[in-house]
């Protein structure tokens, strides 16, 4: 599968964005989706993950509350929807997709074992 990030930007501390995943190429239902983020100087780090249907997500411990993941299977997009954001959520977030795993798996997955990923997007929040 195909992984097409945006939505990206710049916002200040404590304002809202969300940021898109679009997949192409193959039955996006099939998949688990997270989302990951890598900031200047940083490794980078899983931020939330999705189950096929939904159902189940999983969260950064620095993000819950703050961060929902969701998809939309008709339409093929993952999404990931920040609110109050902060000067260290500053980051290119990447979206990996997973066809055999489980939500809890995701959490200490390393990126390379995912099925596939995107072109990050930029989001860079101004305190």
């Known amino acids: 599968v195909q992984l097409q990030a945006s939505g990206g930007g710049l916002v200040q501390a404590g304002g809202s964005l969300r940021v898109s995943c679009a997949a192409s190429g193959d039955t996006f239902s099939s998949y688990y989706m997270a989302w990951f983020r890598q900031a200047p100087g940083k490794e980078r780090e899983f931020v939330a993950a999705?189950?096929?249907?939904?159902?189940?997500?999983y969260y950064l411990d620095s993000v819950k509350g703050r961060f929902t993941i969701s998809r939309d299977n008709a339409k093929n997009t993952v999404y990931l929807q920040m609110n109050s954001l902060k000067p260290e959520d500053t980051a290119v977030y990447v979206c990996?997709?997973?066809?055999?795993?489980?939500?809890?798996?995701?959490?200490?997955?390393?990126?390379?074992?995912?099925?596939?990923w995107g072109q990050g997007t930029l989001v860079t929040v101004s305190s």
């Open positions: 990996a997709a997973k066809r055999f795993t489980t939500v809890q798996a995701m959490r200490t997955m390393s990126f390379d074992e995912y099925d596939s």
């Open positions: 999705i189950s096929r249907g939904g159902g189940g997500t």
